[in-house]
């Protein structure tokens, strides 16, 4: 499962304020948050040493447990 913003303009939303509602509507801890993340990151178009980078952003994030990195 990945979360994702269709068209941020035309809704009113970012990304981040997508993450901040899944927090705050679904409880969402900081863990499920990264892997939710790591999914994104994992099902993009990026070539493999942007993902990487992008996956190390995620797991260097403040709050963000050992179990969950990986």
């Given amino acids: 499962m990945?979360?994702?913003s269709d068209d941020p303009p035309m809704f009113g939303t970012s990304l981040t304020q997508?993450?901040?509602?899944?927090?705050?509507?679904?409880g969402l801890s900081r863990d499920q948050l990264a892997?939710?993340?790591r999914n994104g990151a994992r099902a993009s178009f990026l070539d493999a040493a942007a993902k990487q980078d992008l996956l190390a952003e995620i797991?260097?994030?403040?709050?963000?447990s050992a179990e969950t990195r990986g």
């Fill in 2 to 4: 990945t979360l994702n």
């Fill in 18 to 26: 997508e993450y901040r509602q899944a927090a705050s509507v679904l």
């Fill in 35 to 37: 892997r939710l993340a």
């Fill in 59 to 64: 797991d260097a994030a403040p709050g963000v």
